[in-house]
Each structure stands twice: as C-alpha cells, then as structure tokens.
RNA sequence: GCGCCCAUAGACUAGCGGUUAGGUCACAGCCCUUUCAAGGCUGUAGCACGGGUUCAACUCCCGUUGGGCGCGCCA
C-alpha cells in the first residue's frame, strides 16, 4: 500500500491568506489522519512577484497556526528541493522530453502579439484562447524565425479531439472537452515553467496521492491531466485523487480580498486571535458533521476529518462566528496560557515594560486576566479590560461620574465605607461583599446605592469585572485610598 | 463570449423521496445578576424560480435566474 502523500504549494507573492490556510488545514488533516506525508511546496515560478518576504510570512502564518510539515523548507525529504526555482533542471528535462515526442513544440509568438490576439477574440466574442498558429509551422519557417532571433516557449500539443474526465472527492464526475482547450506554455522564455507544468512534474515526482486545492483550480485539472498522460504517467494520474475544495468568499459575495478587510493569517495573529480558533472556524468553512458540531478539539479535528463531507457550495467568510468562537476558546484557556499569549499585548499597550517581568506582577497579571477571562474575546481586549488594576492610577469616567458619583450622599457613604474598610480584619471577596450589604442595610438603601459608588470610586468605570473580586484583587490600601482620592476630587467641585 | 462548478434563514451548515426542515453565529425577549460578560430558556427568520418523474419532492431529471471559477510567458 501506498503512502499517503499531500501538499500545500502556496506561491510567496504575498501574506498566507485565509483560504490559503484552509486548504493547508485540510491537506494537512487529511494527511494526519491517514498517517501520511504533509509536504509544504514554494511554487516561486513568479519571477517579479514571488519574494523572499512572502516566504517566510507564509512559513510563519503556517507554524502559527501549528501545520507542521514533514517535508518542505527546514524540513528536508528525499523529495525535494521544495522550491520550484530550485527544480529548474527537471522540468526542462521533462519539457525536452515532450519536445522530442512531438507533445509539445515551440512558439515564437511575443506577448504582444498573444495579447493582441486575445484582445481581438474577446472583441468578436470568441474564446480568448491561443490558435495554435506555431504549432505545425513547416520547418523552413521555424528556421527563419529562430534566425531572427525570436524568443521562445514551449507550448503543449493539447489533444483536439476527446474528452478529458476525472474523478473528484467533492465534485463527483467531472468531464471537459479537450477542443475547449488551448495549447498552454509548459516553459516560459525564462526556461521557468508555468504553474500547469511545475505542478504536474512535482506532483509525480513528488509521489503526491491526494491533490486537495481550490475550486478554482478545477479547470485546471484537465490541462494537467493531459499533460500527465503525454509524460507517460497514465498509471500515476489514475491513482491521483482530487478534492476541489469550494472558495472561501467576501461577506458581499465577491471573492475575499483585502476590501472584505483582514484576510491574511498575520492580522489574525496580531489582532488577538488564538490559532486554534482560527483553525476551528476554517474548518467549518466547507465541511461539517453530520450533527454540526462546532467546537473541535485538535485531534478530534483530525479524526473526524473527511473529504467525502466536504460541501460544495462557496462559503461566506464570517469575521462575527469567528469572533464568537475565539472568545470560546480563550474562556477554554487555562490561565497560565491565557496569560503567556497576553503578555505581548499588554506590553505593546505599555502596561508591562519590565523585563523579566517579576513575579509579583505576573501573579496580578493573572489575577486580573482571571477576573476577565469570561469576558474576552480578543488578546487585544486584555490590556483596557484590566488596565485600572494593573495601572497605579485610574481615571473617572465622565458619564460614570455623572451617572453615580453625583448622585446627592453619594460621597458621604463613600468616605464613610473608606472608613470602615480601614477597620475590617481582612479584606476578601467575602469579607467586603457581606460589608457592602450589611452597610446598606444599616443604611436603608438598596445594594446597587453602595457597590455602584464603590465600582467607580474605585476603578472610574461603571463596568467591570465583578466588583468584590477585583476588590480583592486591588488590595485594602489601594482601595481605601482610591475611594478617597475620589472623595476629595469630588466633594470640592 | 465559451466552458466548468454551485444554489436550505442575514452567515456557516445538517438533510441524502414521506421530518413539526435540525444545529451554530448574529438578532430579539425572558431568567440569572452589583455592572459588563458568561450561562439557561424562548422567539423572529430558510429549501431561488418554473417545469417534469413519483402515491409522495428540499431531496431525482430538465430548464431559467443568480453567483463563483477558468480561458495569462500569474499561480
């Protein structure tokens, strides 16, 4: 039995987008699951656009998320080199190859004079296809243009007659008529081979058995079949199998770009997003359960995990489920991690500048994330969320200050409990909150009369985490002297 | 223009001839509650349209419409 072989082969022109991701995940879950290879390939045939950038984004986007590969850059196999511009030699081997069986042949048309001739067909409102005009020039013409120095490609000798068919995981039978096709460029004037060449040879050279990729890709397939056949690899193409997976779309329907905004896995990263929420939310887009499970663990992903529940249909990319599913992910957090993965925002909102930090301070760290975790949805949100604890000062909210602290006895009560709180014995949770009520029961006021005055005398909010906790949290001479420094801002005024 | 693919609420989807069309996000209400959340409960909302086939169609077939993709010396 054969191994199972897959690969993501991303192009490094630009970040590791979201539906690059999702096909990376379920390349790389179908392989886990079947105990297979998970090959990550740079196909860096673009000359202007591909960048060295581009690669160690996509690298990074791909570690982030945790799609180790077992083979790819850093990580070598007998199968490669796994950057196609390091493959150069093979594919104008296989290219001569096909040359000499008279598959494929030499075109000397420019770029301009291709254009033109798209440009005129889609005019008439024919197929902006290649005609075919190299493709059985006598020999005395071919000599003539060779002399005048004309640069060539090598297009491939596409069948005009048939049908080509194949089999796909998500798509069924899928049939195109090899007419419809045009002869493609196998290798460019650079001698770089196009992306239909490249990915034939690595995907045989490479021993792929799955090719799971785009929709987009589908009516790629047969050009690359028919060019499997002509290499002589019927039996190779054959065993090959195929999941098109459906495309990742724009909330307006449109292709997701930029526009929809954030579409790259680095924003994700850096907008507070935990990898496994984005990996879980990606592997929903385009397949499910047959109960609609939503929330899977890793491992649970790769077990359930199979093509055959792949959807056909084009998914809308929604940033709100995803947004609801981080949060169940970071109230999953243990605190420890949960703390590690806020570090880096609290320090790039300036609370944490120590380094190492002491322990002291991580400990009311995570104290104060502890108070919150509930309520997070973003990494990001952490550092407003528990700033006023953390922080030695605090600020009032103006509306707060109007809403409770103008309120007529307001500062009374509160330099009375400032008071009072001196003399508790200790000061917990507990030890506050049945305080806070006996006060105002002593006091004949309703609960709300006391702990909204002493919510935003003490930290300037109206809203917070639970008031006792933080209370706690904060410590009994912080919060003495944060009620009383609100007594005297505002008993002058 | 030609070809291919797709079509269940605002979004992701389950369904695979007979279901009160199920789940999740979002939205609304109620409960819980010191605030904000979280949680619980309830609710609003869906089979694109038109023909067939069938005792019976969301489900099968054809067409229409709508959307996507491909037709590059881009991948």
């Known amino acids: 039995m054969q191994k199972v072989r897959l690969r993501f082969a991303p192009s490094p022109t630009g970040f590791l987008h979201i539906g690059g991701a999702r096909t990376a995940l379920f390349n790389w879950l179908f392989a886990r699951k079947a105990g297979g290879a998970f090959i990550l390939r740079i196909e860096d045939t673009d000359e202007v656009r591909s960048t060295e950038e581009s690669v160690s984004a996509i690298l990074?986007?791909?570690?982030?998320?945790?799609?180790?590969?077992?083979?790819?850059p850093g990580k070598d196999g007998n199968f490669g080199p796994y950057f196609q511009m390091e493959r150069l030699e093979l594919y104008k081997k296989y290219a001569e190859q096909l040359l000499q069986a008279g598959k494929a042949y030499r075109c000397y048309c420019t770029p301009e004079e291709l254009e033109a001739m798209r440009t005129r067909a889609m005019l008439a409102k024919r197929p902006p296809k290649y005609d075919g005009r190299c493709r059985d020039l006598p020999q005395t013409k071919r000599e003539e243009l060779e002399k005048s120095g004309r640069k060539t490609v090598i297009r491939f000798k596409t069948p005009t007659q048939g049908a080509t068919e194949f089999n796909d995981f998500v798509r069924g039978h899928v049939t195109f008529e090899n007419a419809l096709l045009d002869d493609f460029v196998l290798l460019k004037t650079s001698g770089i081979p196009t992306y239909q060449f490249a990915v034939v040879?690595?995907?045989?050279?490479m021993q792929i058995t799955h090719v799971i990729r785009g929709d987009d890709h589908l009516s790629n397939t047969p050009r690359q079949i028919l060019v499997f056949h002509a290499l002589g690899w019927g039996d190779f193409i054959r065993n090959l199998k195929f999941a098109h997976l459906s495309m990742i779309m724009g909330p307006d329907g449109s292709r997701l770009s930029k526009r929809h905004g954030a579409t790259s896995v680095d924003e994700y990263k850096n907008s507070g997003y935990l990898p496994e929420a984005v990996l879980n939310y990606?592997?929903?887009?385009?397949?499910?359960?047959?109960d609609s499970q939503?929330?899977?663990?890793?491992?649970?992903?790769?077990?359930?995990?199979?093509?055959?529940?792949?959807?056909?249909?084009?998914?809308i990319f929604d940033p709100q489920k995803l947004l609801w599913m981080n949060g169940e992910y970071i109230r999953k957090s243990k605190i420890g991690e949960l703390v590690q993965k806020s570090l880096p925002f609290l320090k790039s909102a300036g609370l944490v500048s120590e380094d190492p930090i002491p322990q002291k301070k991580l400990d009311l760290i995570q104290s104060c994330i502890a108070l919150e975790q509930e309520k997070i949805k973003l990494l990001t949100d952490v550092p407003k969320l528990i700033d006023f604890l953390i922080e030695e000062d605090f600020k009032w909210d103006e509306k707060a200050v109007e809403k409770v602290l103008k309120t007529p006895g307001v500062l009374g009560l509160l330099a009375e409990i400032a008071e009072r709180f001196k003399t508790l014995a200790e000061f917990t949770a507990a030890s506050t909150e049945k305080f806070c009520k006996d006060f105002a029961l002593e006091k004949g006021v309703k609960n709300s009369a006391i702990f909204h005055p002493v919510r935003v005398s003490t930290s300037g909010r109206t809203q917070g985490p639970s008031l006792f906790h933080y209370l706690e949290v904060l410590g009994k001479e912080k919060s003495i002297a944060r009620i009383l420094k609100t007594y005297k801002q505002f008993s002058t005024t």
């Open 282 to 290: 990606l592997s929903l887009l385009g397949w499910s359960t047959e």
């Open 60 to 72: 990074r986007g791909m570690e982030w998320l945790g799609l180790n590969w077992d083979e790819g």
């Open 294 to 315: 939503q929330l899977f663990e890793k491992e649970e992903l790769i077990q359930k995990f199979s093509l055959e529940r792949c959807g056909k249909s084009a998914a």
């Open 201 to 205: 040879v690595d995907d045989y050279s």
